[in-house]
């Protein structure tokens, strides 16, 4: 049977009509994330005092690369909204990354919460 991951794989979907330089640019910024990604593994590595590349196997010629693009609108938070977390605006609610490593873009503005 195939490797759990594999049904993760699939053909993105580009809005190539409305946005045309957006897949260059993304595709670019996901192989730069990964170079980034392999980098930070080594680091880790020898953080555990183990050989830099212990963890390049795991990740072979081909790793399973996420991207999830989210921008969410400023909203500002009403009395009748505190107490309530879910009502405070937008956001994700509580979820598990899938990846092996997740890299996060975070403002000044907050809000990204890690348990």
């Not at 009509?17 to 260059?24: A, E, K, N, S, Y």
């Not at 996420?66 to 309530?84: A, D, F, M, T």
Request: aromatic share 10%.
């Amino acid at each position: 049977s195939e490797p759990f991951y594999k049904r993760l794989l699939g053909a993105n979907q580009w809005p190539d009509g409305h946005v045309p330089t957006l897949r260059p640019h993304i595709t670019q910024f996901m192989d730069e994330m990964e170079v980034l990604s392999r980098r930070i593994m080594s680091y880790l590595a020898l953080s555990l005092a183990l050989p830099r590349n212990y963890f390049d196997d795991t990740f072979g010629d081909c790793p399973n690369v996420q991207l999830k693009i989210c921008r969410y609108p400023p909203v500002e938070v009403n009395s009748e909204c505190k107490g309530n977390d879910d009502s405070n605006g937008f956001g994700v609610g509580a979820h598990t990354d899938s990846g092996y490593l997740s890299l996060l873009l975070q403002d000044d503005v907050g809000g990204l919460q890690v348990q």
